[in-house]
């Protein structure tokens, strides 16, 4: 398999430089040539494979550069601090069932991702002898979880941005409190966009980048959301058995990179197994008036009890455009040359349509959310964190409005421990802190603050060689 650019000026070239390019040197995001095609028979075939075997299966369609021993062995590695053997639970609420993504060593689905990016980093430096920067921007979660990924790592150099004092306290513990020296966590004075723009513009020079070795871990690394398509397949498989098909899954949603690993599975899989994707976010939803309008437009960014989801520019939704303007790299560069100028992108009318058969969307408020985790509570006994009830609430609205039948999944994001102030809120009580949190708060903290300012973050990346 080789991976090309949405923005079409990158020869084809194959997974391991795909993994280590992170954002497209023309500027665009990285996508496999070919998206394969699963068959019934293939799907049979997996269905008593425990995760790290189907993860290895998924995938060795899209990794051929890497010996097939090898590639299981960096799978299975991937996979052993998670905290059950299931790696990821299917969890049954009425008629939703809950996929707890939050099994790894942070908490949050983002493990499922940064893990195995750690084990293929560490084995292609090894190999290759050579070092690398991780730069990355976060609003919570993804920091600790690409720290997590590759602390104590030799030949790796991790760098964070995130916006001070702006993810939550245990999201800020968990990045700050890890103690190995190739940890560096910079607090920037802004907003996760700001963070991001930095990230970007220093990718962007490309001198700097090739000298520094600088390596993207956010979700615009395609060996990210090819690690997210396979628990789409997992949970298809499950429900396949108890024929509840097809699958509708809601996917809360921040920079769209979980969802866009839905959007490849359905690929993958066909309508028959995977159905529309329900794309659910918070206040900021500039992807759900966009499915509703066909026009994508920036507003300013709000602080919700979901704060991984609180963007304003999607990351990776360029990869969607593209197979909506059927690969045509050019008008794709064209729009989002308009949208630099004016801060909106439209789409023609039959776009809409078909991007209105691939999703739908809701917005889910603050005040909405806690009385979902409330009655969850009350109903279940089972304590939703946040991010995960915004999925639940766009499911139930789905559910209702198109009188949907089928299986219904809701991915589960994050443990609701990393969010106990909204979880009190909703239901006067904390929830169990888990064993990964206790002590966090006594440990020492290590973060430097700095305002938007890109010659500092260089500064401070040259300065710790
Ligand atoms: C990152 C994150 C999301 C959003 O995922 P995207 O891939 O950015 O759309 C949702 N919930 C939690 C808890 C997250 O950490």
């Given at each position: ?5 949405t923005r079409g000026n990158i020869k084809p070239i194959p997974f391991k430089d795909t993994l280590m390019m992170g954002l497209a040197t023309d500027g665009g995001l990285m996508i496999p040539e070919?998206?394969?095609v699963i068959s019934d028979d293939t799907l049979k075939e997996w269905e008593t494979l425990p995760y790290p075997m189907l993860a290895f299966e998924v995938m060795r369609l899209f990794i051929d ?172 498989l499950k429900l396949n058995k108890a024929n509840k098909l097809p699958v509708f899954f809601s996917v809360p949603t921040g920079n769209f990179g979980d969802i866009f690993a839905g959007f490849i ?201």
């Open positions: 398999m080789k991976y090309i650019s070919k998206i394969p550069d890497i010996p097939e021993n090898t590639l299981k062995n960096l799978v299975i590695s991937s996979y052993k601090r998670f905290d059950t053997s299931e790696i990821a639970p299917l969890i049954q609420t009425g008629k939703l069932h809950i996929l707890e993504l939050f099994h790894g060593p942070t908490l949050a689905f983002k493990d499922i991702a940064l893990q195995f990016l750690g084990e293929l980093f560490s084995y292609i430096l090894k190999k290759q002898n050579k070092k690398i920067n991780i730069l990355g921007a976060t609003s919570g979660d993804t920091g600790s979880a690409a720290i997590y990924g590759v602390r104590g790592k030799e030949n790796i150099n991790i760098f964070i941005l995130h916006p001070n004092n702006r993810v939550s306290p245990v999201q800020e513990l968990q990045m700050t409190t890890v103690s190995d020296a190739n940890v560096h966590n910079i607090a920037i004075n802004g907003n996760f966009d700001d963070c991001q723009a930095l990230v970007k513009t220093i990718f962007n020079d490309l001198d700097f980048k090739s000298n520094y070795g600088l390596t993207a871990i956010n979700s615009i690394n395609w060996a990210r959301i090819l690690a997210q398509v396979v628990y789409y397949i997992w949970c298809v599975a359905k690929r993958m899989l066909g309508d028959k197994y995977i159905s529309s994707l329900i794309l659910a976010t918070n206040e900021n939803n500039i992807l759900t008036r966009f499915i509703a309008t066909g026009s994508y437009k920036k507003s300013a960014v709000v602080s919700t009890t979901s704060p991984s989801m609180d963007i304003m520019i999607a990351s990776n939704f360029e990869r969607y455009l593209y197979y909506l303007y059927d690969k045509n790299s050019d008008n794709l560069k064209k729009s989002f040359d308009i949208f630099d100028q004016t801060g909106e992108l439209a789409v023609s009318p039959e776009m809409l349509d078909s991007v209105k058969k691939d999703f739908y969307s809701f917005s889910i408020s603050q005040d909405e959310v806690s009385g979902i985790i409330k009655r969850y509570f009350d109903t279940y006994k089972y304590i939703l964190d946040p991010h995960t009830a915004v999925g639940v609430g766009a499911m139930e609205q789905a559910i209702n409005q198109y009188d949907l039948k089928g299986g219904f999944v809701c991915l589960s994001t994050a443990h609701p421990a990393k969010f106990p102030d909204a979880i009190f809120k909703a239901i006067d009580m904390n929830p169990p802190v888990p064993k990964a949190f206790q002590g966090l708060e006594k440990l020492s903290k290590r973060k430097h603050i700095m305002d938007i300012d890109i010659d500092a973050v260089k500064d401070f990346i040259v300065k710790n060689q």
